[in-house]
Structures are given as structure tokens and as C-alpha cells.
């Protein structure tokens, strides 16, 4: 057994200490006790995929507790949803909002906010940590890769928040980790990233546009697209951005249905109507 995965308990940023309770008179100080129980499971599932590390079994225990994770996510959320009051004071650094970062760091969730709302979202550092040395190659390549990208805003008001180029980047890196583990078990998770960095690569946002209001391809997005077919010509992602480009190239670098038509062939959904993901 790997000697990190043997420990019993994973380790976590120096930074954080213990909170036991808040105390704002609101919803939000039912978090403390709806969180109390997690530790303890989370330390019996860590046990149990230890038990059986790097293999499939030590998957799904984890993708199990993680399901139970997203529940509980959500019923902190429901808590900051209704402490409307306290909205704007736990979206500055105040007492409270740095309460609540400590405290959901502890469980792993952050606190993140989007368009004024706060919402507890998972941190996947913290399932990095967890579950080191216990998981397939396959699931801790996946969640490395998730918790870097997690780094860095990916959208925010449908504004797109890396450069084109490094959202070429995370596409191509979702096509060779496909590539790499085809036999992954939760395929649809990473097939998700992957479709979703490509549409946006391809069709930009809806605050983050590929085409200028006068449906030509704007200037820094064919640049990007240059780019990643010089960078990586072997990758599919790369084949079908060149024929992207060759058949904007015919039409004076405008939208056409000639476009339209192979994006659907390659099954690219348009972003434009979609909320993107935040993280």
C-alpha cells in the first residue's frame, strides 16, 4: 500500500483551524452542524478505498462519497440562498466570509461567488489530497487535472476568463487524457470538459464572441486557431480547427453554413445559449 495512502488521515493546508459554529443570527449558522458528520465519513471512505487502492472498487467508493458531497453542497448553498441579508457582507472579506472560506475548506468545498451569489462549490485539491495514492491512475489524473484548472476561473457572466489559447490547451489536454485512459470509468465526466472547452474554443460565449457583430472571425481567435494547428497537427482537435479555418478562409473568414454544417457532423454544440461552467 502506497505509505500517503496508509495515513490515516489525508493531509490538509496548515492554514485552517477548527470553527465549531457561526453566529449571525441567520440560515448560514445551520452549516456548521449540517458539516459536522463529514470528517469522520470522509476519513471511513478514505479507509475503505485504502483498503483497496488503485483499483476500480477504490473508483466508485470514491465517486459514491462525492455524490453524497454534491448533495450536501447543495444544501449549504440552499443556506447561503436564503441569508439574503448577508449577501453582500459574506461576498467582501469580513469576518464571516472568511469564517465560511475556513470552514467549507475543512469539508472541501470553496466558497465561491458568481454574479453577486455566493454558492459552496467543490474544491477538487481537496479530493486530490483525500484520496492520494488510493485511486486508479486514471481518477487521480482526472482530478489533478480538474483541481488545476479549478485554479483559474474558466467563465463568469458567460465572459470567457483564460486566453483563447489556453482554452485550446485544455481541450487538447482532455483529448489526450482520453487518449491515454480509454477505458476510464467516468468517461462522461471527462468527455463533458472536453466538449465543453471545444464548443467554446469553436463557438466562442455569449459575452466572449469568435464572430464581431459584423460576423467575421475576430482577429486574436484565427490567431489562436493558428496556433494550435502549427502546436498540435497530430491531435483531432487540431484537424478540426484546420478545416475550420480552411472553410472560413473560402469565405472571407465569415460564418457560413458550411460551418454549421461541420460543426454539427463533429456534434460541437453552440455555447452562446449556455451558462458556462464557473471553475
Not at 481567435?221 to 478540426?240: D, F, I
Request: glycine fraction near 6%; include cysteine.
Amino acid at each position: 500500500m502506497p505509505k500517503d495512502c496508509a495515513q490515516s488521515r489525508a493531509p490538509e493546508p496548515a492554514s485552517l483551524s477548527a470553527l465549531d459554529s457561526l453566529s449571525t443570527g441567520g440560515p448560514i449558522d445551520d452549516i456548521p452542524s449540517l458539516l459536522a458528520g463529514f470528517d469522520s465519513e470522509a476519513d471511513e471512505v478514505r479507509r475503505q478505498a485504502c483498503a483497496v487502492a488503485g483499483t476500480p472498487r477504490a473508483d466508485s467508493l470514491f465517486l459514491s462519497f462525492r455524490s453524497r458531497f454534491v448533495k450536501m453542497g447543495e444544501e449549504v448553498t440552499g443556506r447561503l440562498d436564503q441569508a439574503t441579508g448577508i449577501q453582500s457582507d459574506v461576498l467582501e472579506d469580513t469576518v464571516t466570509s472568511r469564517q465560511l472560506t475556513t470552514l467549507l475548506a475543512k469539508h472541501g468545498f470553496a466558497l465561491e461567488y458568481s454574479e453577486g451569489n455566493a454558492y459552496a462549490d467543490e474544491d477538487m485539491g481537496y479530493w486530490a489530497r483525500l484520496f492520494d495514492g488510493a485511486l486508479t491512475p486514471a481518477m487521480q489524473k482526472y482530478v489533478g487535472l480538474r483541481a488545476t484548472e479549478q485554479a483559474m476561473r474558466f467563465s463568469e457572466d458567460a465572459v470567457l476568463q483564460i486566453s483563447w489559447d489556453e482554452l485550446a490547451g485544455r481541450a487538447v489536454t482532455w483529448e489526450q487524457f482520453a487518449d491515454s485512459y480509454p477505458d476510464f470509468s467516468w468517461q462522461e465526466a471527462s468527455r463533458f470538459w472536453y466538449n465543453t472547452y471545444l464548443s467554446a474554443y469553436l463557438t466562442g460565449m455569449a459575452n466572449s464572441r469568435v464572430f464581431s457583430g459584423s460576423g467575421t472571425l475576430e482577429p486574436g481567435v484565427r490567431a489562436s486557431y493558428e496556433h494550435l494547428v502549427a502546436r498540435y497537427p497530430l491531435t483531432r482537435t487540431a484537424q478540426l480547427v484546420a478545416q475550420y479555418l480552411t472553410l472560413l478562409k473560402q469565405n472571407g473568414y465569415r460564418q457560413s453554413a458550411a460551418i454549421d454544417s461541420l460543426l454539427r457532423e463533429h456534434h460541437v454544440a453552440s455555447m452562446l445559449g449556455v451558462q458556462p461552467p464557473i471553475r
